[in-house]
């Protein structure tokens, strides 16, 4: 006959070992994001130390066009201070986006980028981009904020053209734990 404390000894230790196996489930959860995020381009960061060839092939040139869209009613103003670049593979880019916020209240969004055609998603590699991190602006602020890129000489010679196309969407309750 089993007795109340060992129940409760058996439950304990039943209860320990799901806690640990969340636990690990948790931690195997961000090489899958990482791997997820690498393989389909989205947010891919790339740090310094990763640039291994860092030699542009000026006998191209690739013409990288900037779109920017606003979701679920945002109230804000967002758009790209240049419509396109003409590029090199290899050489490095930077393109500045304005952002307003018409509201009368703090708000928090985020944006998600977008590449036409998609392959080229694997050779986009951004240095700094304000998609990383949400963004919170009062009533009535500016910001202007940077897209660091270089587009990687891997890029397929029948490629002559990429669209970089963001989007942001309200990140809901944010604003107001900024506040």
């Known amino acids: 006959m089993v007795t109340q404390a060992q129940s409760n000894l058996?439950?304990?230790?039943?209860l320990l070992v799901v806690a640990v196996a969340m636990f690990g489930f948790g931690f195997a959860l961000v090489p899958f994001y990482q791997k997820i995020c690498e393989v389909t381009g989205i947010n891919?960061?790339?740090k310094p130390d990763?640039?291994?060839n860092t030699q542009v092939d000026a006998a191209r040139f690739v013409t990288i066009e900037f779109d920017?869209?606003?979701?679920?009613k945002l109230p804000w103003t967002f758009r790209p201070l240049q419509t396109s670049v003409r590029i090199h593979p290899g050489e490095l880019a930077t393109v500045m986006y304005e952002i307003r916020n018409n509201s009368d209240r703090a708000v928090t969004g985020?944006?998600?980028p977008s590449y036409g055609p998609q392959l080229a998603a694997r050779y986009f590699k951004k240095l700094e981009c304000f998609c990383f991190t949400q963004q919170t602006l009062q009533s009535g602020e500016a910001k202007q904020m940077p897209v660091v890129f270089v587009i990687d000489k891997a890029l397929p010679d029948d490629v002559n053209t990429i669209?970089?196309?963001y989007t942001f969407f309200e990140v809901e309750g944010a604003a107001r734990?900024?506040?």
């Open 10 to 14: 058996l439950t304990m230790r039943k």
């Open 44 to 46: 891919s960061l790339l």
């Open 50 to 52: 990763e640039v291994t």
């Open 68 to 72: 920017s869209n606003l979701r679920s």
């Open 110 to 112: 985020q944006a998600i």
């Open 163 to 165: 669209t970089l196309s």
């Open 177 to 179: 734990k900024a506040i």
